[in-house]
């Protein structure tokens, strides 16, 4: 999947399973100083590492699984 598919699919088709960066436990969301959020953030597994929202790894593990201890169900 290219990065215009993926940007479409986070426009227009986003869920909580979607294996993008914004979905995963190991994401952490850049914000402004008035709270709105940036489309990047960082992930910090294995390292430290830049990310867009919508970008993807080998390392992703869904955040809202009901199945993980605190999750969202």
């Known amino acids: 999947m290219n990065v215009h598919e993926r940007l479409v699919i986070y426009c227009h088709n986003l869920t909580q399973e ?15 100083k008035d709270g709105w959020p940036f489309n990047s953030g960082h992930c910090c597994f294995p390292r430290l590492k830049l990310r867009r929202d919508y970008d993807t790894c080998e390392h992703f593990e869904n955040k809202h699984d009901p199945g993980r201890e605190g999750g969202i169900a």
Do not use: V
């Not at 979607?18 to 402004?32: L, M, S």
């Open 18 to 32: 979607t294996p993008f960066c914004i979905n995963c436990k190991h994401f952490y969301q850049h914000y402004r």
